[in-house]
């Protein structure tokens, strides 16, 4: 157990519907990361915040978008959702900036768009 | 960009054989190599981290060696058991140590089956 925790766990929606995956980090973590696991994309990353701030984007779309909270868990929202939205959404958590820092990744929330 | 090449695709073994991964990355700002293992239903786990610094890093049946000449590190498990099959991914990230951001580029994964 890598202490990251992500609901739902499976998510089953139409095209066009909006959904939003919620994460929470390890206890004393600042960072979020988000990934969208695929069969053609792999991992790939796509936003981290870092204590409340976005710090990066990667190949996130417009239609999706991030917040961190100030108890430091995170929201991933995915808007107006195609057939090709169905993936494994990962978040992981990091310490410090700046730093080596290792990543530990939560269980993940499937979605399928239906 | 940083891009991640690994090989091989998918990787058979008998059990107590050991087993190689190897990866390429192409920026040479990357400075952090980790490892994940990946089990089916399960997110990344991480197994075992190399920072540039260093060119060998071992923990019990598993090491990963760096060549930052080459541009390439490798995953070693030896005595291979049953349960370390799993999907395996490498990645490699240039730490901004300005701006903190540690996106990790992941390379496409092992397959790794270790037979009975």
């Known amino acids: 157990d890598s202490g990251v925790t992500q609901t739902p766990k499976h998510l089953i929606t139409a095209t066009g519907q909006r959904v939003t995956l919620r994460c929470s980090p390890r206890?004393?973590?600042?960072?979020v990361y988000w990934y969208q696991q695929s069969l053609d994309q792999g991992l790939q990353f796509l936003i981290q915040?870092?204590?409340?701030?976005?710090?990066a984007k990667g190949n996130i779309l417009e239609r999706f978008s991030a917040q961190q909270f100030p108890d430091l868990h995170s929201e991933l929202n995915l808007s107006s959702l195609e057939l090709g939205d169905s993936a494994l959404y990962f978040c992981?958590?990091?310490?410090?900036?700046?730093?080596?820092?290792?990543?530990?990744f939560g269980p993940g929330t499937r979605l399928t768009v239906l | 960009g940083e891009n991640v090449e690994q090989h091989p695709s998918t990787l058979s073994v008998q059990e107590g054989d050991s087993a190689v991964i190897k990866c390429t990355y192409s920026?040479?700002?990357?400075?952090?190599f980790p490892w994940y293992k990946q089990e089916l239903g399960k997110g990344p786990q991480l197994i075992i981290d190399?920072?540039?610094?260093?060119g060998e890093k071992k923990d019990q049946r598993i090491a990963v060696t760096l060549n930052k000449t080459a541009k390439h590190f490798s995953l070693h498990i030896t005595e291979t058991q049953p349960e370390d099959s799993a999907v395996y991914f490498c990645?490699?990230?240039?730490?901004?140590?300005?701006?903190?951001?540690?996106?990790?580029?992941f390379g496409t994964g092992t397959r790794l089956l270790v037979s009975p």
């Open positions: 992981a958590s990091g310490a410090l900036a700046g730093t080596y820092n290792e990543q530990f």
């Open positions: 206890s004393g973590d600042l960072s």
């Open positions: 915040y870092y204590n409340g701030e976005e710090r």
């Open positions: 920026d040479s700002a990357s400075n952090y």
């Open positions: 190399i920072r540039s610094n260093v």
């Open positions: 990645a490699a990230t240039p730490a901004n140590m300005n701006t903190g951001f540690q996106k990790l580029v």
